[in-house]
């Protein structure tokens, strides 16, 4: 299929900067580390890097707050280093993805700066300013009841001008006013900078909240006080308008990968944002397989509670979007990211006994489907949750935030229920270091230095150095699948086909094209089930994750795949 784009046919890898490699022993990741480990990601053989910010930031949430999108953040390194490390992937044939974060800036960027200054000052309109009101008993009420998605509210009040900004994340992230036209130039024409020199696509961070309505609505009430922006924020009224706008003035005059971080994306909605006309995006990360377990049970506060979704549950929904955005929009795969916990421990089984061979099954289940794969640094190790036993070791401005408010002020939840929220769900589980080889700090950092994040004590079995070592890891087993994916095209064209849908342990598909069929079954549980998939045709073995597949059955956690 000569017209088929690149990216449908790519794997990608996340890389988070700051936990991946340190090559100057500060104790943080940097761009010289990336560099340096470059190799190792040819040998995995995946396509695409897309890379966490690495911009100038205050580093209130670790790059998403960026306070100047044409620099290096110093802690990472410089702009050379950046050049260097792009030319050494596109020599290996790795293409290089940005982090576009312009929903927000940081508080500290010029535009921002100049903006709190005046009411009527030339940048004044580049963030939501409104007046406030102030109660009968003289506190000061912020313009509207929005909960921030860090808690509190969304609104910040600012002495210099006595008008409140609006934050839909931290009080230093401010949001960009896309209303105002200058805003959009401005943001275009960064990107156009990064694609002149070079760069490959954009991942684009939380774009489904770019467009506000702009009468800024009450939201529903909440048990905390503050009301749920969600409706008037969520796919805002404008925001396929300047996708449009964005695609004309930049993404269309560049061979690019765009993939829009959209949670609260419905299938109708992908389907406009990663319409097959090419008008918006190549694909979304929609949300609906990650927050499945938000009603199993129903969370304490917020998205912290200790739910864990059923296979089942996760089968319906990632089988619906194969099966409805086929031909219409592509998907993007996806079980993890930095801001979600380690897939092995929330869908897989993180009990040595079971690690290897369950997380060896997700990555077949996912890779098989119809769409473009991505892995999450570590994940081709089978990294798991950090389990943290106190708020100390946590970095996370989300973490600390709601510990200070559910557990300090509110008494929502005592400090082990907080605990035990963020083992299921914390951001943090993703951002330990990376697990290099099993001398100290992982090889993440010398020895003597201190991480900025503490390392998984687990890191002396589970590490990249063990993994190269043994030809039954993980790792090979994702070398496996990437090296299927580049080698038939069934996997990226195939129809999907769910199968046995009311097997409670058992998630299977198929992918057909006409002169071929790829079966795909996958044991969820630790016990063997029975499984008749393959008793009238076998079919050529493809990958399996057990040395023998045995007929009429599927082995604990067993993953089979087969081609006839
Ligand atoms: O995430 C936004 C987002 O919707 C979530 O995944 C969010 O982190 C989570 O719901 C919090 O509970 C993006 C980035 O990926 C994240 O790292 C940033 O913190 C956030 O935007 C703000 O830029
Ligand atoms: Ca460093």
């Known amino acids: ?11 990608i890898y996340q890389v988070y900067p700051r936990s991946f490699a340190d090559s100057n022993g500060d104790g943080i990741g940097d761009i010289k580390g990336i560099t340096e480990h470059l190799d190792y990601l040819a040998k995995l053989g995946i396509d695409v890097i897309w890379l966490s910010p690495v911009y100038q930031s205050p580093n209130d949430d670790n790059g998403y707050d960026i306070s100047d999108y044409r620099a290096i953040m110093d802690e990472f390194g410089t702009m050379d280093d950046f050049d260097r490390m792009l030319a050494r992937a596109h020599e290996l044939g790795i293409r290089i993805v940005m982090d576009l974060v312009a929903n927000h800036t940081s508080d500290e960027h010029a535009w921002f700066v100049e903006s709190r200054k005046s009411r009527t000052g030339e940048y004044r309109d580049f963030y939501w300013w409104r007046d406030g009101s102030v109660a009968p008993d003289g506190t000061r009420l912020p313009p509207n009841n929005w909960r921030s998605v860090f808690s509190g509210s969304a609104w910040k009040y600012d002495e210099a001008t006595d008008q409140w900004y609006l934050h839909l994340f931290s009080t230093k992230q401010p949001d960009l006013n896309w209303e105002n036209p200058r805003v959009r130039s401005e943001i275009y024409d960064m990107m156009r900078w990064w694609c002149n020199k070079g760069v490959d696509g954009w991942r684009m961070d939380v774009i489904s909240l770019i467009s506000k309505n702009v009468a800024l609505p009450n939201g529903e009430l909440g048990p905390d006080g503050y009301g749920d922006f969600g409706p008037y924020v969520v796919n805002g009224p404008r925001v396929h308008e300047f996708l449009r706008e964005m695609n004309r003035e ?19 909605e992908a389907k406009r944002y990663a319409a097959a006309d090419g008008s918006e995006l190549s694909m979304v990360f929609q949300f609906e397989h990650v927050d499945a377990w938000l009603n199993e049970p129903a969370p304490l506060v917020d998205k912290w509670g200790v739910g864990r979704a059923s296979m089942p549950r996760l089968r319906a929904i990632l089988n619906k979007w194969q099966v409805e955005l086929a031909g219409q929009a592509w998907n993007s795969l996806y079980w993890n990211n930095h801001d979600q916990p380690r ?13 290897v061979l369950s997380a060896k099954m997700l990555a077949t289940c996912l890779h098989m489907m119809q769409g473009t794969p991505y ?3 570590g994940e081709e190790l089978g990294m798991t949750n950090k389990h943290f036993t106190s708020l100390e070791e946590c970095r996370d401005v989300e973490e600390i935030n709601i510990w200070h408010q559910a557990v300090d002020e509110l008494h929502q939840l005592t400090p082990e229920q907080m605990l035990d929220c963020f083992d299921h769900v914390a951001r943090d589980n993703a951002r330990t270091p990376m697990q290099w080889d099993d001398m100290a700090n992982a090889g993440f950092c010398p020895d003597g230095v201190e991480p900025w994040i503490d390392v998984n004590p687990n890191y002396q079995t589970i ?16 070398q496996r699948l990437i090296d299927l994916r580049h080698n038939l095209d069934i996997i990226t064209d195939g129809v999907f086909r769910p199968l046995l849908e009311e097997s409670e342990a058992i998630w299977a598909y198929e992918r057909a094209d006409g002169e071929h069929v790829l079966t795909v079954g996958c044991n969820w549980t630790d016990v063997e089930q029975p499984c008749d998939l393959w008793d009238s045709n076998a079919g050529e073995a493809l990958i399996c994750n057990y040395a023998q597949h045995k007929p009429g059955v599927l082995q604990p956690y067993e993953a089979y795949v087969t081609l006839r």
């Not at 299929?1 to 449908?8: C, G, I, L, R, V």
């Not at 150095?465 to 890891?473: E, R």
Request: charged content about 20%; aromatic content about 16%; glycine content about 4%.
């Open 343 to 355: 897939c092995v421990s929330r869908f897989g089984d993180e009990r040595p006994e079971w690690r």
């Open 463 to 478: 590490n990249a150095a063990a993994a190269l070592a043994d030809p039954d890891s993980i790792f090979y087993y994702y």
């Open 250 to 268: 930049v993404l269309s005059h560049y061979d690019l990968l765009t993939v829009g971080e959209a949670s609260g994306a419905t299938i109708e």
């Open 1 to 11: 299929m000569s017209n088929t784009p690149w990216w449908k046919k790519s794997v």
């Open 375 to 377: 892995i999450y640094q």
